[in-house]
């Protein structure tokens, strides 16, 4: 196995487990979504996918804009404050290209994204259960309001398990269904 398979590999398991990563917090997604572009860019750089993406429009169109935002930001009242915001926004426009070219080059990724979605969502339901029944979750975690008892499962004090389960469930039935439409075609 050479280095830039290995660094496709890389990146297909970073991608798989950024819905797990987002339990735990903002810093490892970000972090993921950062050593991702930079996987891509050397990858791309590697076997000339530069001629490729200049071609796609999504790339020209977003590189436009993050020159548009960061020309703001420049002109803005309070420039080191908006330059912060701003400067390494094209790293979601990278991350997004990164993920483009993983799955035209390896389909299998949204199949295992679909069965750690399904591994995520029963892993946070039996929890939730359970820290709804005795008042801490699987791993010791307890978690008391007085004014109102939200469940929170492995997100600790943060109350987002509602907001979780609902942002990634359209992609959850997404994936469901584009994977067994595909299986229908095959067969």
């Known amino acids: 196995m050479n280095f830039l398979n290995l660094n496709n590999k890389l990146i297909q398991y970073l991608f798989i487990l950024i819905p797990l990563f987002l339990i735990t917090g903002p810093f490892l997604p970000d972090l993921t979504l ?66 483009y070219f993983l799955i035209s080059k390896n389909e299998k990724t949204l199949k295992y994204l679909l069965i750690v979605f399904i591994i995520i969502y029963l892993a946070l339901l039996i929890d939730s259960y359970y820290q709804l029944i005795f008042k801490k979750n699987l791993i010791g975690l307890m978690y008391e309001n007085t004014q109102n008892f939200r469940i929170t499962s492995f997100f600790g004090d943060d109350e987002v398990l509602g907001s979780y389960v609902v942002r990634f469930f359209p992609l959850l039935m997404y994936l469901c269904f584009a994977l067994n439409i595909k299986k229908k075609n095959i067969n």
């Open 34 to 99: 950062t050593i991702i572009g930079l996987l891509f860019i050397f990858i791309s750089y590697k076997k000339n996918y530069f001629k490729n993406i200049s071609k796609n429009y999504f790339f020209v169109f977003f590189f436009i804009f993050c020159i548009i935002i960061l020309l703001r930001s420049i002109f803005s009242e309070n420039i080191f404050l908006s330059l912060e915001s701003s400067l390494f926004y094209f790293r979601f426009g990278l991350f997004s290209l990164a993920v």
